[in-house]
C-alpha cells in the first residue's frame, strides 16, 4: 500500500499545480551579475544577452523555454536531439546523485567558446512537506519541478552579443529532470524545424532586427531588450495639410530605455515634406518644407499592435512655398494607431500657443 501511494503522488505531482523557476524574464542589472560567485558567474549569462525565447508548452505541464541572442540563432537548435543527447551522455556517470525522487533539481549545462564542457547540479527538498492523504498512508508529493539549463556560448561580432560573447540556452522545465529521455525519443527537431518554417518578420525592425514571431497556440515568444541606442531608422508617409496631399520622409534616433515590460523611446527626428503646384508656365514645382521635432513612445513589445502613446512636437526649420504663414509654426501628435510597421495618427499644425490650428491625418510605414 505505501508503494502504491508513493507512486500515486508522484503521478499527481505531474498533473497538479507545478512551480518552476521559469518566470525570470526580467534580467539581472551588470552590477547585480558582478555582485555573484565567480560558480554563478560561469553558468550565468551576462545581463541583456537574450533578444528574445520561445516558451513551448509540451505536454504534463512541462515547458520548454528556448532563449536567443536573436530570433535567427534557432537555427543553432535545428539538431536540439543531438545535444540533448550528448549531454544526457555526459549526465550519465552523476545519475546516481539524483537518484531521490523527492528532491528539487537545477542542472547547469555549459559549452563555453572552446568547446568545454562544464556541468553543474544543485539539489534541495523544499522546506516544507506535501503528502497525499488518501488511504491509510500519507505519501509525499513533489510539487515543484525541476529544470535544466543548456547554454552555448559563442564569439560573434554579429547580432546581440555581449562582451563580444554571444549567449543562446536551453531551459527546461520538467516534472522529473528524467523525462527529457522522452522527448529525446519522440524528437524535438521536429518543433524547431516547424518553427523556423513559421517565423514571421518582427515588429520592431530597429530595435531588434532578428526577433521573429510564432503563431502558434503552444509557442509563446517573449521579447527582451536592453537600454541602448536607436542609431538609425526611417519610414515613409503622407499626410493631407488643408486642400494638399503630402509625402514625407522621416529619419530617427534616439534612446530606448526598459522599465518592467514597458520599452520607452525617445526620439529626435527630421521629416521633409514635399508640396507639389504648378506654375504659370505650366512647370510643375516642388517645394521642401523641413520639420525637426521630438518624440517619446511607450511600447509593450508583447503586444506591439494597437492604440499606441506617441507623443511627438515639432517645429518648421526651413519653409519654401508660402504654405506655412505666419511663423514660427509647430506641429504636435498626441498619439498612433499601429499594426505592424503601419502606423495612423493625427497630427495638429499651430501658431503661436494653438492659433490657427490645422488639423490633418497621418499615414506612415516603418521601412527599417
Given amino acids: 500500500m505505501k508503494k502504491l501511494m508513493t507512486v500515486l503522488g508522484l503521478l499527481l505531482s505531474i498533473t497538479g499545480t507545478l512551480c518552476a523557476?521559469?518566470?525570470?524574464?526580467?534580467?539581472?542589472?551588470?552590477?547585480?551579475?558582478?555582485?555573484?560567485?565567480?560558480?554563478?558567474?560561469?553558468?550565468?549569462?551576462?545581463?541583456?544577452?537574450?533578444?528574445?525565447?520561445?516558451?513551448?508548452?509540451?505536454?504534463?505541464?512541462?515547458?520548454?523555454?528556448?532563449?536567443?541572442?536573436?530570433?535567427?540563432?534557432?537555427?543553432?537548435?535545428?539538431?536540439?536531439?543531438?545535444?540533448?543527447?550528448?549531454?544526457?551522455?555526459?549526465l550519465k556517470p552523476l545519475r546516481d546523485s539524483l537518484s531521490d525522487p523527492m528532491t528539487v533539481k537545477r542542472i547547469d549545462y555549459l559549452i563555453d567558446t572552446s568547446g568545454h564542457k562544464k556541468l553543474r547540479i544543485r539539489q534541495y527538498r523544499p522546506s516544507g512537506t506535501s503528502y497525499l492523504v488518501d488511504g491509510d498512508e500519507p505519501a509525499l508529493l513533489k510539487i515543484q519541478q525541476d529544470t535544466i539549463y543548456i547554454m552555448l556560448v559563442?564569439?560573434?561580432k554579429e547580432g546581440k552579443t555581449s562582451r563580444g560573447l554571444r549567449y543562446d540556452r536551453l531551459c527546461f522545465f520538467l516534472n522529473r529532470y528524467s523525462e527529457l529521455d522522452a522527448y529525446i525519443a519522440n524528437g524535438l527537431n521536429e518543433t524547431v524545424h516547424s518553427m523556423l518554417s513559421d517565423i514571421k518578420a518582427p515588429h520592431h525592425v530597429y530595435t531588434c532586427p532578428f526577433c521573429y514571431t510564432i503563431n502558434k497556440p503552444t509557442i509563446k515568444s517573449h521579447l527582451n531588450y536592453g537600454?541602448?541606442?536607436?542609431?538609425?531608422?526611417?519610414?515613409?508617409?503622407?499626410?493631407?495639410?488643408r486642400n494638399e496631399f503630402v509625402p514625407s520622409f522621416t529619419l530617427n534616433s534616439g534612446v530606448i530605455l526598459n522599465r518592467g515590460s514597458i520599452r520607452y523611446i525617445f526620439r529626435a527626428y527630421w521629416e521633409p515634406l514635399f508640396f507639389f503646384s504648378t506654375n504659370a508656365q505650366g512647370q510643375s514645382q516642388v517645394?521642401?518644407?523641413?520639420?525637426?521635432?521630438?518624440?517619446?513612445?511607450?511600447?509593450?513589445?508583447?503586444?506591439?499592435?494597437?492604440?499606441k502613446v506617441a507623443l511627438s512636437f515639432g517645429w518648421l526649420a526651413h519653409s519654401?512655398?508660402?504654405?506655412f504663414n505666419p511663423k514660427p509654426v509647430f506641429r504636435l501628435s498626441p498619439f498612433v494607431w499601429q499594426h505592424g510597421p503601419f502606423h495612423i495618427g493625427p497630427a495638429l499644425y499651430f501658431d503661436r500657443f494653438f492659433k490657427d490650428?490645422?488639423?490633418?491625418?497621418?499615414?506612415?510605414?516603418?521601412?527599417?
Fill in 227 to 241: 537600454n541602448g541606442l536607436m542609431l538609425f531608422n526611417a519610414s515613409v508617409a503622407f499626410q493631407n495639410y
Fill in 287 to 307: 517645394f521642401r518644407n523641413d520639420w525637426v521635432g521630438i518624440g517619446f513612445q511607450a511600447v509593450l513589445p508583447e503586444n506591439p499592435n494597437g492604440l
Fill in 21 to 90: 523557476q521559469e518566470n525570470d524574464h526580467a534580467e539581472m542589472t551588470t552590477a547585480t551579475y558582478k555582485g555573484l560567485s565567480p560558480d554563478e558567474r560561469l553558468f550565468t549569462p551576462w545581463p541583456y544577452s537574450f533578444g528574445i525565447d520561445y516558451t513551448i508548452t509540451l505536454d504534463r505541464s512541462n515547458k520548454l523555454r528556448i532563449e536567443l541572442a536573436n530570433g535567427y540563432d534557432l537555427h543553432t537548435f535545428e539538431n536540439i536531439d543531438s545535444l540533448l543527447m550528448i549531454f544526457l551522455g555526459d
Fill in 154 to 156: 559563442t564569439r560573434s
Fill in 357 to 368: 490650428v490645422t488639423p490633418s491625418i497621418r499615414f506612415s510605414f516603418l521601412g527599417f
Fill in 320 to 323: 519654401e512655398g508660402n504654405y
